[in-house]
């Protein structure tokens, strides 16, 4: 029996676990006030969708080789470039392939423009490595934007519960990068790569909107 459990939890099996690498993504949402001051802050890990990984695998290999960069044959160019935000919830399931009810950052509502730029991707750096093993994400959304004042919505109140991380490959065109409408009627349906819900956060014109989403490679 002992022979067994050295078997299969011995050190060979150890140092198999360890060299299988995970993705973790974790997400940070925060209000804040005219003042700069956080009155809201929600925080937790996502999941990464199916989508996401096939995104992966296809992006790391090779099509075709060439030792000349531009003849190279690449199965993806395309790379995670917008955030989306909605007000529905549903499990954090990696079969996840949209968001419950997604609205548009400059409507409110299910008009206007879904996919969100994201700002420039930056490598947060740790205090053992230099090595880049996360990519950190984000964006700031202004006032007005999602908290949008209408006729129906004369606060520009707005309860989002959910949210995704997308590419700027257009998948109803092979992920094509050049084509992507980022309009809600034309992108409302595109799945996400990455996918979190989390506690619901009151987006009111009194508040700007911080979103930081790592994406963690351990």
């Known amino acids: 029996m002992i022979k067994n459990l050295l078997k299969w939890f011995g050190p060979s099996a150890a140092e198999t676990i360890k060299s299988e690498p995970s993705i973790k993504g974790h997400m940070t949402i925060q209000l804040l006030d005219h003042r700069g001051k956080v009155v809201q802050q929600s925080e937790g890990y996502n999941i990464w969708t199916l ?18 960069e531009a003849n190279r044959g690449l199965y993806r160019n395309d790379r995670v470039a917008y955030i989306a935000m909605g007000t529905g919830v549903q499990p954090e399931v990696a079969g996840v392939s949209q968001l419950v009810y997604p609205v548009g950052y400059d409507s409110g509502v299910q008009s206007g423009t879904y996919l969100a730029i994201l700002n420039p991707a930056e490598f947060p750096a740790t205090s053992t490595s230099t090595t880049r093993t996360s990519v950190r994400f984000s964006r700031t959304f202004t006032s007005g934007e999602y908290s949008v004042i209408t006729t129906q919505n004369p606060t520009g109140t707005i309860t989002l519960t959910e949210s995704g991380l997308f590419t700027d490959g257009d998948p109803t065109n092979n992920f094509a990068v050049g084509t992507l409408s980022t309009a809600f009627a034309d992108s409302e349906g595109f799945s996400p790569v990455a996918y979190k819900t989390f506690e619901p956060i009151t987006k009111t014109p009194d508040f700007t909107m911080n979103i930081v989403w790592e994406v963690r490679f351990v």
């Open 51 to 68: 989508t996401g990984r096939e995104y992966l695998s296809e992006l790391i290999a090779l099509q075709s080789f060439s030792a000349i």
